[in-house]
């Protein structure tokens, strides 16, 4: 009967073994499992980090492009405008100098006109006065 309990017993301790090696083993499995989840998870926020880094050096490189062109064009554009003000200027001169000759031309007109009436008033009036003496 001593054999039977002893036999009982160590049948019943190799089973409590056995329970507790795969209750470890189960607890090693969701360890490993976590462990293989928490590193997916960090290549994926790696992937992601990376991608983000890409994008944004391609979106710098494209705004730095956006830059030099943008001066570009302002500087053509500032060239192009200074070009037209001194044209512009040109043909402001130019009609300036036509007004004044312009001007210059009806003052003379104007006095050739006067010296004309002048002289036509001097006629008449000589004329009137020939005309009272002879009456």
């Not at 992601?48 to 994008?55: C, Q, S, T």
């Not at 070009?83 to 006095?111: F, G, P, R, S, Y």
């Amino acid at each position: 009967m001593r054999q039977d309990l002893l036999t009982a017993y160590s049948v019943a301790k190799k089973r409590e073994l056995q329970v507790a090696a795969a209750r470890v083993a189960e607890q090693e499995e969701r360890r490993r499992r976590m462990l293989q989840e928490i590193q997916q998870k960090s290549q994926i926020d790696v992937q992601y980090l990376e991608d983000a880094v890409k994008e944004k050096e391609r979106a710098m490189g494209e705004i730095a492009a956006a830059v030099a062109s943008l001066q570009k064009t302002a500087e053509e554009v500032s060239s192009s405008l200074v070009a037209e003000a001194q044209a512009l200027l040109l043909v402001c001169e130019e009609n300036k100098n036509k007004a004044n000759a312009d001007l210059e031309e009806i003052k003379a007109k104007i006095k050739a006109e006067k010296v004309e009436m002048k002289e036509s008033t001097k006629d008449f009036l000589s004329k009137a006065k020939q005309e009272a003496d002879d009456l």
